[in-house]
Structures are given as C-alpha cells and as structure tokens.
C-alpha cells in the first residue's frame, strides 16, 4: 500500500482568510465545481490523425487515436458525442498556443468549443485530456501535430492552486509540502486540509470529509 504523508497547511490553516480570501467551506464549494461540471466532447476535442482499424490510413475515423482498436469502452480516451461529468484530467505542458494542467470549467469549456480568448487562435482544435507520455519532457514544450493547438484539462497540482488561490502562482507539489505541518493521525484531518504523496511522480488531492 502506498503510504501518504498527511499534512495540513498551516498557513491556510491559522490564516486561511488572509492567505487565499476563502474559507474552509469556500474550497470545498469550488472543488465541487470541476467534480460536478458538465461537458460533451466535440469532433475538434479528440486527437483523431490516423483510422484505428488501419494507422496505415492517415485520415481521421472519429476515434482518438489514443484509444487504440478495439476502442476503448472505458472514460478513456473520450468519445465524439457523449457527455461526461467531471473535468478532464491533463497532465500539465504548453504549446505554442497555451498552456494546460490547470484550466478551470470555464477555461476548459472555451478551449472545447473555440471561443472567447481561443477563438482567434491559428489553431483551434484542443484535446480533452492528457496523459504524462502525451506532452513533451518535464519543463519543455509539446509539439502539436497540425491543426492541434495543446491540451484541455485539470492536473491535481493545478486543481489545488485553482481552488486554494495561494498567493504565490503556481505552487509545486513539493513546495505545498515544505509549508505545512505533518499530521500523523486521520482523526487530525480536516474538511479542507490535503494528502501529499512527496517523491517523483507526487501527488496532493484535498479532503473533503469522511
């Protein structure tokens, strides 16, 4: 079992109000949001290069190519019509046309359907959705194939700044780290506080409750 290293951020915790502006129930409030947001998957928001029955054909066939063949039937990767409840998760990069890994509903939803700030983009199609091996190396920028401009979604680090609005953008994980008090006990746990996994790769998610 992998064990987590419990900590509460203390300075959220002794000056939460001051520090980010929100309370305990304010975070949860706004964690709900990317939990309970809607969204449906257009043609534009799928990576769909090659025909999955024959990758020989380099002409799209309406399956994101990350799915392999025979599709898959699970929530990954995401399917040209259907609804889902819950941002996209994308691990964290940039293009040439932006960023993602810590696009909020609203962002996320204008990338999707190539509005507001997207609009005017040379490139308009965004993914839904990003794993580690689909963007470039740690720190460096992902090559798009054309008419791709980058990823839409949530990474967990992006998710806990999002929520949390500390004061300085953006926290690492190991930094959410070095500026909290270890808690060694699940009783001591807060609605509110976080679970860090320190290490490569980490991990951080908030608790919402028991």
Not at 51 to 70: L, S, V
Not at 137 to 162: L, R, S, V
Request: charged share 25%; hydrophobic share 35%; proline share 5%.
């Amino acid at each position: 079992m992998i064990r987590y290293k419990i900590i509460i951020l203390i300075l959220f915790l002794v000056v939460i109000g001051e520090l980010t502006g929100r309370t305990r129930d304010e975070v949860i409030k706004e964690a709900e949001k990317y939990k309970e947001f809607e969204w449906k998957v257009g043609s534009d928001n799928i990576l769909d290069i090659v025909n999955n029955q024959n990758t020989n054909i380099k002409e799209p066939d309406g399956y994101d190519d990350r799915g392999g063949w025979p599709y898959s039937t699970n929530n990954w990767p995401y399917r040209v019509g259907h609804k889902y409840t819950g941002e996209a998760y994308a691990y964290g990069g940039y293009s040439d046309w932006g960023s993602w890994g810590a696009d909020t509903p609203e962002r996320f939803e204008n990338k999707l359907k190539t509005t507001g700030r997207y609009a005017n983009l040379s490139r308009t199609k965004w993914i839904a959705g990003a794993r580690r091996k689909d963007v470039g190396p740690q720190g460096q920028k992902t090559i798009m194939p054309d008419k791709y401009a980058g990823f839409a979604g949530i990474e967990c680090i992006g998710f806990i700044n999002n929520i949390y609005q500390p004061p300085k953008r953006v926290y690492a994980t190991k930094r959410f780290e070095q500026v909290s008090i270890h808690k060694r006990e699940l009783s001591e746990m807060r609605v509110g506080d976080v679970f860090v996994r320190p290490g490569s790769p980490g991990h951080i998610l908030v608790f919402a409750g028991w």
